[in-house]
């Protein structure tokens, strides 16, 4: 598993920017991390880096389950599993479907539900430590590889 410390804000929109130079419709980013450990701020930084304009609020859709967002590439879906404790639930959520289509997925809470997901894409793990904030990601099938190498992984 390659990792990246994330001593600054700034360091966490730079991977934010390098994951979004790579996404490509279809693809899927799972963020996972204890409460706090930064996913959602990491998750902005990804919107934003992928077209969605700063006055368009992004927020967890912990109540909501999924935001969509139109940008460049197409529709980005941005949903939030940490509420839900069956596979069943996330199927009837249609992010499997949407992915499918050409979405971009970008999950929190999502490591429970990677079959149900497709199983192929990112794993972006944070954890807050001491001493610092740091990344760890794994590859999930063919496309997760293309862009784990993207952020310089083998």
Do not use: N
């Amino acid at each position: 598993m390659a990792s990246l410390p994330l001593p600054t804000r700034r360091a966490t929109v730079r991977l934010a920017r390098s994951l979004a130079e790579a996404l490509r419709p279809g693809d899927l980013v799972l963020l996972a991390g204890p409460l706090g450990a930064g996913k959602t701020f990491l998750a902005r930084a990804l919107c934003r880096a992928l077209g969605v304009p700063h006055g368009v609020t992004v927020a967890s859709p912990t109540f909501a389950l999924v935001h969509e967002y139109r940008v460049p590439l197409g529709l980005l879906v941005h949903a939030d599993l940490y509420r839900l404790e069956e596979g069943r639930s996330v199927a009837q959520l249609g992010l499997r479907e949407s992915l499918a289509e050409g979405a971009i997925g970008l999950v929190e809470w999502g490591e429970r539900f990677v079959a149900e997901l497709g199983g192929d894409g990112l794993l972006l793990r944070l954890d807050p430590g001491p001493p610092t904030r740091v990344a760890r990601w794994e590859p999930l099938g063919p496309r997760g590889h293309r862009l784990a190498a993207s952020l310089g992984a083998p």
